[in-house]
Nanobody, 117 residues
Framework: QVQPVESGGGLVQAGGSLRLSCAASRHTVNPMGWFRQAPGKEREFVAAIIWSGNIPYYADSVKGRFSLSRDDANSTIHLQMNDLKSEDTATYYC????????????WGQGTQVTVSS
C-alpha cells in the first residue's frame, strides 16, 4: 500500500494561514486527500484531488479558503489553508486513496492544526 507522510500544521491565530503537505511513499494515480477530526467529533472530509485532470474538490466548510494542489514529480499534495477559523482546529489526516469523500487507503499519523481566537 501507498503510505502517506504528512508535514506542516501548528498553531496560528484566527485569520492566519498554514500549509500542510502529504507525500506518498511511492508513485500513485489514486486520488489523494485530507480529512480532519476535532475532539469529540467524527473524522470528516476536507479536500481531495484527482490526478487525471488535476481536479480538486472541497467540503463546503472550506471552499474559498482552502486550496489543494499537487506536485506530480514527488507524488505530493499541498493544502494551503487561509483565513483560518477556530472551527478549523483539528487533527488533519492524509489518505492516499480517496473515493468521493471517503478515504479507503492508508491513513497518515495526523498533524495538529490549532487556531486561536
Amino acid at each position: 500500500q501507498v503510505q502517506p507522510v504528512e508535514s506542516g500544521g501548528g498553531l496560528v491565530q484566527a485569520g492566519g494561514s498554514l500549509r500542510l503537505s502529504c507525500a506518498a511513499s511511492r508513485h500513485t494515480v489514486n486520488p489523494m486527500g485530507w480529512f480532519r477530526q476535532a475532539p469529540g467529533k467524527e473524522r470528516e472530509f476536507v479536500a481531495a484531488i484527482i490526478w487525471s485532470g488535476n481536479i480538486p474538490y472541497y467540503a463546503d466548510s472550506v471552499k474559498g479558503r482552502f486550496s489543494l494542489s499537487r506536485d506530480d514529480a514527488n507524488s505530493t499534495i499541498h493544502l494551503q489553508m487561509n483565513d483560518l477559523k477556530s472551527e478549523d482546529t483539528a487533527t488533519y489526516y492524509c489518505n492516499t486513496n480517496v473515493r468521493g469523500t471517503t478515504g479507503i487507503g492508508p491513513w497518515g499519523q495526523g498533524t495538529q492544526v490549532t487556531v486561536s481566537s
